[in-house]
C-alpha cells in the first residue's frame, strides 16, 4: 500500500437528516417463498448528505416463519442504489428489489432483519411510503418523520465510506443516532460523553473516561454492520490520550470479528506500545517479547494523532500507521517474523471485522481520559 498524503487542513463537517419509515403491513394470502406471513412491520432509516444517502431498513415478520424473503418498493425521487449489504438489491427504473442472503433468509415469527444500502440522489430522495413482501402488496402508509437534522458536508476525504463521522451530527451530551454507549462484557466506572471542548475537527468529539480495574469497559459503538465491507477494510481516526499506555493489557478500540464467533479484534497497548490483541486466543501483535515491544511505538499524551490501519479479509494481512509513519511491529503479511508475528500467525483464518468501537477496556492497573475525532472506515484507502 502506497503511504498517504497527509492532509493538515481542518475538515468540514457532515450534514446529516435521519429519517423513519415505519409500515405496518396487512395480511398476507400467499407467498414465493417457503412459509407464508400474515403480517410484518418495515422500518426505513436514512442518513442523507447533498447527492448522496445510506438506508438502514429492517423487515420484522409478525406472522408465521418464513424460509426466503423478498421485500420491494418504488422510489419517489431519483436515487440510484449503488451498492448494499446483508442483501442482494437490484433496481430497474424506480423499483427496488431487497432479496435476503444465505444467513438471514430464515426469519421466524416476531423476527428481524436487517440490511443496507448506499446510493446517490440529485433532485430529490424521499423515503419510500409502502412495500411489498414476496410479491404482495402491502396496505397502508406513512409519511416520514423527521428525528433530527444537523446542517453540515460530509468530510471530503471520507464520504461514501461505511462510516464517515466526525461527531458534529451530536446533539447531545450522550451518544446516540449512529453512535451509541455499550460496555460489551462487563461494565465498570468509565463513561461515554459528547464533548465540544476538545475537538480536533469542528466543536465536537467523543471523550472517553477509561477507569482501571479488572473488566473496566465502556465503548461508542457505531451502529453499522460492517460485514460486507471490503475485501479489505481501511480505518482512520483521529486519538487522544490524556496518560502514556501502561504496562498492563489496554483496549482502546474493539471490532466484533465473525471469524472468532463475534469476539473481539483489538487495538490498544501492551507494555507501554501499541499493540493488536485477539480475544480468542489472547495472541498479540507483536509478541510481548523485549525486542517484539522495540518494534512498535509508544503513543504520545496531549495531543492529537492519526491511527490507522487495514485489514485484510482474505489473508492474514494487517498494516498499521501512527501518524502516517507505519509500525513495523504491526505489520502481518503472512510469513511469520521472529518477535512479531509468530504467535498471531498460529490461526490462519482470516480475520473478519462486523463492527467498529471506541472507548476504553482495563484489565488491571491503567486508567486514561481520551477522546476520538473524524473516525472513518471503508473498502478504500483513508488519509489522515
Known amino acids: 500500500m502506497t503511504s498517504l498524503r497527509v492532509r493538515r487542513?481542518?475538515?468540514?463537517?457532515?450534514?446529516?437528516?435521519?429519517?423513519?419509515?415505519?409500515?405496518?403491513l396487512p395480511a398476507i394470502a400467499t407467498s414465493r417463498a417457503q412459509g407464508a406471513a400474515t403480517g410484518c412491520t418495515v422500518a426505513y432509516t436514512t442518513n442523507e448528505w447533498s447527492g448522496g444517502f445510506t438506508a438502514q431498513i429492517r423487515v420484522t415478520n409478525l406472522g408465521a416463519a418464513l424460509n426466503g424473503w423478498r421485500l420491494e418498493w418504488t422510489y419517489g425521487g431519483d436515487q440510484q442504489v449503488t451498492s448494499a449489504w446483508n442483501a442482494q438489491v437490484t433496481q430497474s427504473g424506480s423499483a427496488v428489489t431487497a432479496v435476503n442472503v444465505a444467513h438471514n433468509a430464515v426469519l421466524a415469527a416476531g423476527a428481524s432483519a436487517?440490511?443496507?444500502?448506499?446510493?446517490?440522489w440529485h433532485t430529490a430522495d424521499p423515503?419510500?411510503?409502502?412495500?411489498?413482501?414476496?410479491?404482495?402488496p402491502c396496505g397502508g402508509t406513512a409519511s416520514p418523520t423527521p428525528t433530527?437534522?444537523?446542517?453540515?458536508?460530509?468530510?471530503?476525504?471520507c464520504a461514501g465510506a461505511a462510516i464517515c463521522s466526525d461527531f458534529e451530527d451530536q446533539t447531545g451530551t450522550v451518544p446516540s443516532g449512529a453512535w451509541q454507549t455499550t460496555a460489551p462484557d462487563c461494565q465498570g466506572t468509565g463513561k461515554v460523553s459528547v464533548d465540544t471542548s476538545v475537538a480536533?475537527?469542528?466543536?465536537?468529539?467523543?471523550?472517553?473516561?477509561?477507569?482501571?480495574g479488572y473488566c473496566?469497559?465502556?465503548?461508542?459503538?457505531?451502529?453499522?454492520?460492517?460485514?460486507?465491507?471490503?475485501p479489505v477494510v481501511y480505518v482512520r481516526m483521529r486519538v487522544r490520550h490524556t496518560t502514556a499506555l501502561p504496562t498492563d493489557h489496554v483496549t482502546f478500540v474493539s471490532m466484533p470479528d465473525a471469524s472468532q464467533g463475534g469476539r473481539a479484534l483489538r487495538v490498544g497497548g501492551q507494555n507501554g506500545a501499541l499493540q493488536w490483541n485477539r480475544e480468542s486466543d489472547d495472541a498479540t501483535l507483536p509478541e510481548q517479547s523485549p525486542a517484539g515491544v522495540a518494534l512498535s511505538t509508544p503513543l504520545p499524551a496531549g495531543q492529537w494523532l492519526c491511527l490507522r490501519f487495514q485489514i485484510d479479509t482474505t489473508a492474514q494481512s494487517m498494516r498499521t500507521w501512527v501518524d502516517d509513519q507505519e509500525v513495523a511491529g504491526l505489520h502481518v503479511d503472512g510469513v511469520a517474523t521472529q518477535n512479531v508475528d509468530g504467535q498471531w500467525l498460529a490461526r490462519r483464518t482470516p480475520p473478519r471485522p462486523t463492527g467498529l468501537r471506541v472507548g476504553w477496556e482495563s484489565y488491571g492497573t491503567g486508567d486514561d481520559t481520551l477522546w476520538f475525532d473524524d473516525v472513518a472506515l471503508g473498502s478504500s484507502p483513508i488519509g489522515c
Open 9 to 24: 487542513h481542518r475538515l468540514p463537517l457532515w450534514a446529516l437528516v435521519l429519517t423513519v419509515v415505519a409500515v405496518a
Open 200 to 212: 480536533y475537527s469542528g466543536t465536537r468529539s467523543l471523550r472517553v473516561d477509561g477507569g482501571a
Open 216 to 230: 473496566n469497559h465502556v465503548f461508542a459503538a457505531s451502529t453499522r454492520d460492517l460485514s460486507s465491507v471490503g
Open 127 to 136: 423515503a419510500p411510503t409502502a412495500f411489498t413482501l414476496n410479491g404482495t
Open 148 to 157: 433530527a437534522t444537523a446542517t453540515a458536508t460530509p468530510p471530503a476525504e
Open 114 to 120: 436487517d440490511f443496507g444500502l448506499q446510493g446517490t
